[in-house]
C-alpha cells in the first residue's frame, strides 16, 4: 500500500469517520435494494413453471450446507485478518487474509459444479422461471464473492510485498465489510432458496 | 471484550470472533436440522426465517462492527435494508403469497 493510501487512512473528516468506510457502508446499503429485488424476483417467479425441472428435484441440501459453511468460516477468517493486521501482526495478516480467499473459491467452486449439476439435469437459464429467477440470483451473489476473492488476493499479494501494513488496517476492514456483507446475503439465499423450496 | 481506542471503540479479541463463528455454526445446523424434522412443517418457515435473522444480526454486529461503530454507519444499513425488506414484503402481498392466491 502507498504512503499516500497509508497516510488517507489516518485523514480528518467533517464527520470525524473515515469517508472510505462511509462509501463502503452506503455502497453495502444500495446492495440491499439490488439483492432485495433480485429476491423478490426470485420468490414470485420460482413456482411459475410451465415445465421441470422443478425445484425439489435439483436442490441439494447437504452440499450447499457444506458450502455455506465454508462461508460463513470465511466470514471468522476475515475478521481474523483485520484483528492481525491492526494489531501489526502481518504474518498471521497474511495468513488469514489468503485463508479467506481460499474458502471464497472453494465456495465458488461448489457454486460451479451446482451450476454444471444442474445444467446437465435439464435446467438452463430460459428452461423455466426457476432456472431463470435461480441462475440469474446466485449468480450475481456468485460475482460478488469472485470480486471478494479478486479483492483478498490483491490485499495479499500487496501484503506480500510489503506495501499493506497496520497503518493500512482501515484498508482490510473495509474490504472485511464488503466480504461479511457477501456472507450475510448468502445466509438469507440458503434459507430462502434452499431450505424453504 | 471491547476497548476504547481512537475516534471509536476498539473491536472484539480473537476468542470472541471464535465463539462467534462457534454459534453461527450452531444456528446453521439448527436450520437443517429443523428442515429435515416432519413435524415442525407447518413453524417451519417462521422458524427458519427467525433462526436466519439471527445469523444476519450476529455477523452485522459483530465481524462488521456496527456493535461497536458510530451509529452513522448502522444507518446506513438498516435504512436500505428496511426498504428492501418492505418492498419484498409487499410484492410478495400483491402477487398473492399471503392469501395463498399465487400463481
Known sequence: MSEGVAAMDAEYTSTGLPNRKMAMWAFIGSECMLFGSLIINYLINHRRNLQGPYPEELLNIPFITVTTFVLLMSSLM???AFTAVERGDMRWGKVWLLMTAVFGLIFLGGQV???NHFYHEGLGLSTNLFGASFFILTGFHGAHVAVGVIWLLSLFVLAVMGRLTQRNALTVEITGLYW???DVVWIVLFVLIYLMS | MAEESG???AHASTRFYVVIALILTVITAAEVMVFYVEYLEPVLVPILLGLAAAKFTLVAMFFMHLRFDSKV??????GPLIIAVAVIVAMLALYGAFTGTAG
Open chain 1, 78 to 80: 476475515m475478521v481474523l
Open chain 1, 113 to 115: 459444479y451446482e451450476f
Open chain 1, 180 to 182: 461479511h456483507f457477501v
Open chain 2, 7 to 9: 475516534p471509536h471503540k
Open chain 2, 73 to 78: 454507519f448502522t444507518g446506513l444499513f438498516i
